[in-house]
């Protein structure tokens, strides 16, 4: 009766097996820091462009609802503050590991995907390495490093984008906005803010990494690999962020 | 002579329902040389892959070098495949890496295989020679030929001195000329290292070949093996079973279907069709 439910539960549990490996394989050796490093520069500094843009034109539209709606109650002042928190708790995590995800789980899936369907991934261990130990740990450390790091260049170009509309449309003084969005954070705001980007890296590298190893059926098989890591990885980057919104919602409120 | 690699009562089903290999046995001893011939889907890559430690039987047992490799644990299968060369089907060679990179991969990342810094570059090089394309070293394998690749993982399959060698397919997919140029290789890699190699293959002109020549270092060809012959067994393969195993005369006497089919001989116009 429940037959439907053996593949997913066998799926997640397989997923959890490869997770486990590679947190395990952090701290065991060989250490590919090569590969580490080739993977930060891949998916970190290869992200940015597409993190700044997003980071600016998310926070400018942001400043502009927020703006708008804050003038019915003649609060436009508050504009700086609004924006900050909202970046900094929720919009700056999730937009920039849902990008980093379109581009990366879907990256690392079907890279991994094509060397598996082309036998790369067997020849490795035939060679020696242990496809976890090189592939898989390298890519979960360099997100994991990276992911924190491009969320906040995200969360500071979405203040500058919202300066700017905040300046232009509102003409609300630079001091005012910038001196609102400063005070606005709190701890609490920040370390969520950080803790949701480094808890996401392993939605996007290890899902990626699992779709990958996972491919079969030549390169057809990858490109399903592909797009089924960046459905998954979105996925859980939004439902994760509505969990982890929760407690830190419950835990300020006691 | 001593057992190389042992299959007994091998069997593997993938997805609980794909029987890749049925109840398969055999022994292989040093010095032998195993041709595989069999039709697509019948096993071939997997019964390499499985004498690899790559996949694990769901029943029987395996054992390399008299070692039961059927449920070691895979760091230690890591030190049974440092002595065990393989070429892979589609040549596998890592798309990121140079030719150079490549060969060097097993030297490098093989634990059990500890060779100085100084000696590596000439390793890497002898290899390549060997296989002819010491001119390629820095290229990369997507601006190689199909046949070069092949030759180039030879090189990476043969770079470490391996006693017992796996060549899965060595010639499909190419020209007759090529094919020759790479069999030729093959046989002399054995003939100089006295290698223990299984070779897959489709085409009979192949195991006839690696039965009936060998290679004269002096001239650099192929030529009769003389009397003496080589210890060359033929394997049939037909859904997973192992449907035939002994020599070449006693393949060429079968009256089966299946196991005549590869016995043909092709005629001339057949011998450049694509394989697979
Ligand atoms: N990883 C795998 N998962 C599922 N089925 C597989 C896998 N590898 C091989 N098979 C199946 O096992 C059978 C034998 O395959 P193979 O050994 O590749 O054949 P060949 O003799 O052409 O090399 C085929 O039916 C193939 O579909
Ligand atoms: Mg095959």
Same mark, same amino acid.
């Given at each position: 009766m429940l037959d439907f439910l053996k593949s997913p539960i066998a799926a997640i549990q397989e997923f959890f097996e490869l997770a486990w490996q590679a947190v395990r394989n952090i701290g065991r050796k060989p250490h590919y820091l090569d590969d580490i490093l080739i993977q930060m520069d891949s998916i970190g500094v290869g992200s940015i462009p597409i993190v700044l843009l997003t980071g600016f034109f998310s926070g400018a539209v942001m400043a502009l609802q927020m703006g708008r709606a804050l003038a019915q109650y003649g609060q436009t002042g508050q504009t700086g503050k609004v924006v900050s928190i909202i970046l900094v708790r929720e919009l700056g995590p999730v937009l920039t590991s849902v990008m980093v995800a379109g581009r990366n789980s879907?990256?690392?899936?079907?890279?991994?995907?094509?060397?598996?369907?082309?036998?790369?991934?067997?020849?490795?261990?035939?060679?020696?390495?242990?496809?976890?130990?090189?592939?898989?740990?390298?890519?979960?450390?360099?997100?994991?490093?990276?992911?924190?790091?491009?969320?906040?260049?995200?969360?500071?170009?979405?203040?500058?984008?919202?300066?700017?509309?905040?300046?232009?449309?509102?003409?609300?003084?630079?001091?005012?906005? !910038?001196?609102?969005? !400063?005070r606005a954070l709190e701890w609490n705001d920040v370390g969520q803010g950080l803790l949701k980007p480094f808890l996401y890296a392993f939605a996007v590298s290890l899902v990626g990494c699992y779709y990958g190893l996972k491919a079969s059926g030549g390169t057809q098989g990858v490109g399903r690999a592909t797009t089924q890591a960046v459905v998954a990885a979105s996925v859980i980057i939004f439902v994760l962020n509505l969990f982890i919104g929760k407690i830190f919602v419950s835990q300020s409120a006691s | 002579m001593p057992s190389l690699l042992r299959f007994e009562n091998v069997c593997v089903t993938f997805e609980g329902t794909v029987k890749a290999l049925d109840r398969m046995s055999f022994d292989v001893q040093q010095g032998q040389t195993r041709v595989l011939l069999g039709a697509a889907g019948s096993g071939k890559s997997v019964l390499l892959k499985v004498a690899m430690g790559l996949v694990r039987p769901?029943?029987?047992?395996?054992?390399?070098?008299?070692?039961?490799?059927?449920?070691?644990?895979?760091?230690?299968?890591?030190?049974?495949? #440092?002595?065990?060369g393989m070429l892979f089907q589609e040549s596998a060679l890592f798309d990121s890496m140079?030719?150079? /990179?490549?060969?060097?991969?097993?030297?490098?990342? /093989?634990?059990?295989i500890s060779i100085k810094r100084e000696e590596m570059?000439?390793?890497?090089?002898?290899?390549?020679?060997?296989?002819?394309?010491?001119? &390629?070293?820095?290229?990369?394998? #997507?601006?190689? #030929?199909?046949?070069? *690749?092949?030759?180039?993982?030879?090189? *990476?399959?043969?770079?470490?001195?391996?006693?017992?060698?796996?060549?899965? #397919?060595?010639?499909?997919?190419?020209?007759?000329?090529?094919?020759? &140029?790479?069999?030729?290789?093959?046989?002399?890699?054995?003939?100089?290292?006295?290698? &223990?190699?299984?070779?897959?293959?489709?085409?009979?002109?192949?195991?006839?070949?690696?039965?009936?020549?060998?290679?004269?270092?002096?001239?650099?060809?192929?030529?009769?093996?003389?009397p003496e012959g080589t210890s060359t067994v033929?394997?049939?393969?037909?859904?997973?079973?192992?449907?035939?195993?002994?020599? /070449?005369?006693?393949?060429?006497?079968?009256?089966?279907?299946?196991?005549?089919k590869f016995v043909r001989r092709p005629e001339p116009a057949e011998q450049g069709g694509r394989e697979e």
């Amino acid at each position: 009766m429940l037959d439907f439910l053996k593949s997913p539960i066998a799926a997640i549990q397989e997923f959890f097996e490869l997770a486990w490996q590679a947190v395990r394989n952090i701290g065991r050796k060989p250490h590919y820091l090569d590969d580490i490093l080739i993977q930060m520069d891949s998916i970190g500094v290869g992200s940015i462009p597409i993190v700044l843009l997003t980071g600016f034109f998310s926070g400018a539209v942001m400043a502009l609802q927020m703006g708008r709606a804050l003038a019915q109650y003649g609060q436009t002042g508050q504009t700086g503050k609004v924006v900050s928190i909202i970046l900094v708790r929720e919009l700056g995590p999730v937009l920039t590991s849902v990008m980093v995800a379109g581009r990366n789980s879907s990256g690392i899936a079907s890279e991994l995907g094509s060397m598996k369907v082309t036998e790369q991934i067997d020849a490795m261990r035939a060679l020696g390495t242990d496809p976890l130990k090189k592939l898989v740990t390298p890519r979960l450390v360099a997100t994991a490093i990276m992911l924190p790091c491009l969320t906040v260049i995200d969360d500071f170009v979405g203040m500058v984008g919202g300066w700017v509309i905040a300046k232009l449309v509102y003409g609300l003084p630079s001091l005012q906005y !910038w001196t609102f969005t !400063w005070r606005a954070l709190e701890w609490n705001d920040v370390g969520q803010g950080l803790l949701k980007p480094f808890l996401y890296a392993f939605a996007v590298s290890l899902v990626g990494c699992y779709y990958g190893l996972k491919a079969s059926g030549g390169t057809q098989g990858v490109g399903r690999a592909t797009t089924q890591a960046v459905v998954a990885a979105s996925v859980i980057i939004f439902v994760l962020n509505l969990f982890i919104g929760k407690i830190f919602v419950s835990q300020s409120a006691s | 002579m001593p057992s190389l690699l042992r299959f007994e009562n091998v069997c593997v089903t993938f997805e609980g329902t794909v029987k890749a290999l049925d109840r398969m046995s055999f022994d292989v001893q040093q010095g032998q040389t195993r041709v595989l011939l069999g039709a697509a889907g019948s096993g071939k890559s997997v019964l390499l892959k499985v004498a690899m430690g790559l996949v694990r039987p769901t029943s029987g047992r395996v054992f390399v070098f008299d070692q039961d490799i059927t449920n070691m644990p895979e760091k230690q299968l890591f030190d049974v495949r #440092s002595r065990i060369g393989m070429l892979f089907q589609e040549s596998a060679l890592f798309d990121s890496m140079t030719v150079a /990179q490549n060969v060097a991969y097993p030297l490098l990342n /093989q634990k059990a295989i500890s060779i100085k810094r100084e000696e590596m570059e000439p390793a890497v090089r002898n290899s390549l020679r060997f296989v002819e394309l010491e001119h &390629t070293l820095e290229r990369y394998p #997507s601006e190689l #030929s199909g046949g070069m *690749r092949r030759r180039v993982a030879i090189a *990476r399959a043969i770079v470490t001195k391996p006693q017992l060698l796996y060549y899965d #397919s060595p010639t499909a997919g190419l020209d007759p000329i090529t094919a020759h &140029t790479i069999m030729a290789l093959l046989i002399k890699e054995r003939d100089a290292d006295k290698s &223990t190699s299984l070779i897959v293959t489709h085409r009979y002109q192949d195991g006839n070949l690696i039965a009936n020549f060998r290679y004269n270092p002096e001239t650099g060809r192929l030529e009769p093996a003389g009397p003496e012959g080589t210890s060359t067994v033929y394997m049939v393969l037909k859904d997973g079973k192992l449907v035939f195993e002994g020599s /070449q005369e006693e393949l060429e006497l079968t009256t089966d279907s299946y196991i005549d089919k590869f016995v043909r001989r092709p005629e001339p116009a057949e011998q450049g069709g694509r394989e697979e």
